[in-house]
């Protein structure tokens, strides 16, 4: 028996809905939003009246997407609503209300903890300061706006971090959260708990590196697991979790025992990126994935983005291996030589000299850049070096040299976290280039209900969205007058804040027809750019490099080891 599409309609309509199909509908109406619809820009938030007076650091959803947050250098926190009686424009946001957070440097996140009115703020001064402004007492403003204040509304304030905090991580619980900061420490703060900061009473942190951390992520399918990173070539997968069968049969290996976490796995590369400098890696953003809880974006400055999955096997991770990554990065250009033409012995001699002399250079500013980076275990290890130089024997001293340089050899490719060496590491499945991750602190997300995109800000006002199964670039868009950081999806809606230098935030959603803000058909000339902007600031900082270290060889009559430039 045949049937007509009218059965096939009506068979279906009979079936009695599920949440689940719902909610499959739901998502693959969000996806094929993305995929088919052009994104544009529909609205502008903030103006050179109102809104934020400064660069725009931070943005997240809230309320299940019925609240943007937004903070940055003008320290305020703004909340911004839809006005359902504004039938003018497609996603009307208004701002309700301001915080002004008392903060004495640039806030860098602000979120508010699920199950709650409040909102929690880290910024440069080393503060976490947490608010509720619907049990505090306002004063209206101009536009509709209610402004609080910090002595009104904070309800909190830790100053646990010894350096600046830059990110924080909600878990499922008014009380709960994590944050991460510059001083190499990871914390979960508990509100129900109170305590004195003032008087060394804060609790122990639950990751301590030896190096600035800028990063935090973990997916909601598996709290128990966050990433971190910064300055490092690696980022670090940690678990909370102290259930030995567990680990054996995840990570191969026992929780440590002296630990409040344990690093389980590392996310490295093969390959360092064109413009990047040995000893100066950094990771400026991390991201798990919100739909599987395994997948992990990490952006590298002055590289690209590369995806890692936590389900695959760890591989070798030295730098110094032939083997290419996922997609390998252009290949850094050899030194230019002069033509080769025929010479006189002297003549080459003079050439090999002066190649020998760049060559020595350009190691002496690799020096230059670790030394001026320093780190906790590096201040330590030269301060226990002292010590053991002054009882040591100087016959001792020259016989030990040369293997310490042979160390030193041994040594050259950046580690990391030296007590973290042994962690398996884990090797991207994909690499995400075109965008230029250089002047600031660039984030990284995922976009779509199944996390089906990877989005990133640039250094150029634009930010870059690519298909995260095929890696190919799925669209440019112009969102900021100077550099776009901040890129955050609507949990529900094809709607995406984007923010970064400029005073205003904006909003990216499908519409009908081209693209007004979309640059895709400039993407050629666009990453051509973008990579000639990158190796332009490289040179220049060589240059200034190769100025200092002049200036040191001609004071110092050019022997002997140059002494550190920034002292």
């Known amino acids: 028996m045949r049937h007509s599409p009218l059965d096939a309609v009506l068979a279906t309509a009979s079936t009695a809905p599920t949440s689940v199909r719902a909610h499959n509908h739901k998502t693959d109406l969000l996806t094929t939003s993305y995929f088919a619809g052009k994104l544009d820009r529909v609205n502008v938030l903030g103006s050179e009246t109102t809104g934020h007076t400064g660069c725009v650091n931070a943005l997240s959803w809230a309320r299940d997407g019925s609240v943007l947050i937004s903070a940055g250098d003008d320290t305020t926190v703004r909340l911004w609503r839809l006005d359902n009686e504004d039938t003018t424009q497609g996603y009307p946001f208004v701002c309700d209300t301001v915080i002004h957070t008392g903060h004495r440097a640039n806030i860098f996140n602000a979120q508010m903890l699920p199950h709650s009115s409040r909102i929690v703020t880290v910024a440069g001064d080393n503060q976490v300061r947490v608010f509720d402004h619907e049990k505090a007492a306002g004063y209206p403003g101009d536009d509709g706006e209610t402004h609080y204040h910090s002595r009104q509304a904070a309800i909190r304030i830790l100053r646990c971090h010894d350096g600046r905090v830059k990110r924080i991580v909600t878990e499922d619980s008014p009380d709960l959260f994590l944050t991460v900061a510059e001083d190499g420490t990871v914390r979960q703060h508990d509100l129900r708990v109170p305590h004195s900061c003032t008087s060394d009473s804060c609790p122990a942190p639950l990751v301590q590196l030896n190096h600035e951390l800028s990063t935090l992520s973990l997916s909601p399918l598996t709290p128990y697991q966050f990433v971190v990173a910064g300055a490092s070539p690696y980022g670090y997968l940690f678990d909370r979790r102290h259930a030995g069968r567990h680990f054996r049969e995840e990570w191969g290996q026992l929780p440590s025992q002296d630990e409040v976490t344990t690093c389980v796995r590392r996310f490295g590369r093969t390959t360092r990126g064109q413009h990047e400098r040995k000893g100066l890696e950094h990771i400026t953003g991390a991201r798990m994935a919100t739909s599987n809880g395994h997948e992990v974006l990490l952006s590298y400055s002055a590289d690209a983005v590369y995806l890692y999955s936590t389900k695959d096997d760890p591989q070798p991770s030295s730098m110094k291996t032939t083997e290419p990554s996922v997609l390998p990065p252009n290949k850094a250009q050899k030194r230019r030589q002069p033509p080769v033409e025929a010479s006189s012995d002297s003549e080459m001699a003079i050439r090999e000299e002066w190649s020998e002399r760049d060559a020595l250079m350009d190691d002496d500013i690799e020096r230059i850049r670790a030394e001026s980076t320093p780190s906790p275990a590096r201040e330590q290890q030269r301060t226990e070096g002292e010590a053991s130089d002054m009882d040591e024997d100087p016959d001792s001293r020259e016989a030990d040299s040369d293997s310490d340089e042979e160390k030193e050899e041994e040594e ?56 995260k199964d095929t890696g190919r670039l799925h669209d440019i868009l112009e969102g900021d007058g100077t550099v776009v950081n901040v890129i955050e999806g609507h949990p529900h809606l094809p709607l995406v804040a984007v923010s970064g230098i400029d005073t205003t935030v904006k909003l990216f959603a499908p519409t009908s027809g081209p693209s007004e803000f979309s640059r895709l058909d400039k993407a050629d000339a666009i990453m051509d750019r973008n990579a000639e902007a990158a190796t332009a600031r490289g040179e220049l900082s060589n240059l200034l490099l190769y100025y200092r270290l002049a200036r040191q060889m001609a004071e110092s009559g050019g022997a002997g080891a140059p002494q550190c430039p920034l002292q």
């Not at 398996?424 to 660039?442: D, H, L, S, W």
């Open 412 to 467: 050259e490719e950046p580690r990391g976290d030296e007590r973290f060496e042994r962690v398996p590491t884990i090797m991207p499945r994909a690499r995400f280039a075109g965008a230029c991750n250089v002047e600031t602190v660039k984030d990284v997300n995922f976009l779509g209900p199944r996390d089906e995109f990877v989005v990133s800000g640039s250094d150029d006002g634009n930010w870059f969205m690519w298909e």
